[in-house]
């Protein structure tokens, strides 16, 4: 990843960040407030963007997209509010946006089920005559903290502190609760981004249609998303696989299990987070 001190340094005040862990749901949460930012310009019918268009390329990454081959990328061309997703973690972000009023929104997952997302992606971009990635070896460097954003635990606990210390400026969320209660979190993330659901909205039950449009087997059964690409050339299809809670036990050892949790228990047990 480049140095990053130069990144967002044009962070406007009414900017809308999404920040994540690779394969913490990156995907679905861009979909959700592209969907939520938009509803009013682009009603939910069968010409929605998100039709034609893989999420990626709606909510571009600003360090692997827009700041990756360009170091003056024209952000101005983008309508206000501006949406833009990172992977960085919290020490990385540069003071542009700390000092404006831009918001973030921070989505984790299992660790667990974030290292078995991250292995299966990591082997499907994998070109055909190189060697696929070993799951024992790459589960070891997980559990060491090697990863591409830097340990898992210090990317969830630099956000979740600040997210305690400044809850406006940041909404932590969490994959599992948006799963479990997706109408509840839609509704917070609707606020949080100064987008609130009116009340003709509910009754219309605008909530419901927006968590199906976005939802894994909609986007995944799309056209677009079988068989088109991302801009940067991955296959659309790869950030689609199976959208669950707790697939790591269909790949994992109880052992492997046992050993993740125990970091997870020690890195997080006096944060209040749990997985
Ligand atoms: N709409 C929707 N709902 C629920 N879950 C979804 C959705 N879209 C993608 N996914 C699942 O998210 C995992 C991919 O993570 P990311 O989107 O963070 O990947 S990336 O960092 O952007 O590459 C990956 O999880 P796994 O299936 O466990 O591998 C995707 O399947």
Known sequence: MRSL?????????NDILLATNPKSGTTWLKALMFTLLNRK???ITKDHPLVTTNPHDLVPFL???LYANNQVPDLASFASPRLFSIHLPFTSLPKSVHESACKLVYLCRDP?????SFWHFANKLSPQNVEIISFEETFHKYCKGVSICGPFWDHILGYWNESLRNPEKILFLKYEDM??????HLRRLAEFMRCPFSAKEETEGVVDEILELCSFGNLRNLEVNKDG??????????FFRRGEVGDWKNYLTAEMGD????????KFSESGLSF
């Open 112 to 116: 667990k089920d974030v290292f078995v």
């Open 41 to 43: 310009d682009c009603p």
């Open 63 to 65: 360090e692997f997209d």
């Open 259 to 266: 050993q993740l949790d125990e970091i997870i228990e020690e």
């Open 5 to 13: 001190a130069w990144i967002i340094r044009a962070t406007k005040e």
């Open 179 to 184: 799963k479990e209660q997706p109408r509840l």
């Open 229 to 238: 690409k991302v801009s940067t050339g991955a296959e659309s299809s790869a």
